[in-house]
Every structure is written in C-alpha cells, then in structure tokens.
C-alpha cells in the first residue's frame, strides 16, 4: 500500500528554521500531487502547501515568503523549508499525496484536504513564545 512518512518535527524558538521530509514509499512523489496541511489542537485542518506531479507549487497566505515546498525525486521525497518561523505556526504538520487521476480530472485543490487520498502520521513542529 502507499505510504508516507514525515519527518523533521520539534522545537523551535521564534524566528528559527526546521525542514520537514515526506517520503513515500510503493508510489512514485512525481507522479502525484503532495501536500502539507497542519492541525492546530481545537482547528480544523490547514493547507499550507503543495507540489504537482508537475512540479507547480501553492502556498497559503499565512506562510508564503517564509516557507518553501520542494521535491527530490530520486529520493522520492518532499520537503518543506520553514524560516521564521512564528508561535501561530506550531501544529501537528502532516503530508498527503493525491491521485493523479484527480489532477486529471480537474478535481484536485492545491489546499483542500479532501481532494487528497493517503496521509502520513504527522510530525509535531512546536515555535515557542
């Protein structure tokens, strides 16, 4: 079966930086869109960002200019790069991959969890005040 597995969570004093990694395993992270969301305790899930199978990349309006989403395909492995990092931002970070059949279709969104189909465990990312 698909699987991803985060890595790369912890503490973090505001202003500092931390690099998370997805890697996936039995599926190949080109050949479907992958995407960071955050859950905050008492929130609803948060998109932050996302890559294509293309290479094409969103971000959320709260993290763009200090986070960066990037793929290394011959480790089949995204990451996202978080500078300046703010106490708003702590959350249980997890990445998910999405189907390129929806691509195809026109029904995957960038930022909407429910267009995503497997999911990693999440990993923790704690910004202290």
């Known amino acids: 079966q698909v699987q991803l597995v985060e890595s790369g969570g912890g503490l973090v004093q505001p202003g500092g930086s931390l690099r998370l990694s997805c890697e996936a395993s039995?599926?190949?992270?080109?050949?479907?869109?992958i995407g960071w969301f955050r859950r905050a305790p008492g929130k609803k899930y948060e998109g932050v960002s996302c890559i294509s199978y293309n290479g094409g990349t969103g971000y959320a309006d709260s993290v763009k200019g200090r986070f960066t989403i990037s793929r290394d395909n011959a480790k089949n492995t995204v990451y996202l790069q978080m500078n300046s990092l703010k106490p708003e931002d702590t959350a249980v970070y997890y990445c998910?991959?999405?189907?390129?059949?929806?691509?195809?279709?026109?029904?995957?969104?960038?930022?909407?969890?429910?267009?995503?189909?497997?999911w990693g465990q999440g990993t923790q990312v704690t910004v202290s005040s």
């Open positions: 998910a991959a999405s189907e390129r059949e929806r691509f195809l279709r026109g029904v995957w969104s960038c930022l909407n969890d429910m267009t995503y189909d497997f």
């Open positions: 039995r599926f190949a992270v080109d050949d479907y869109a």
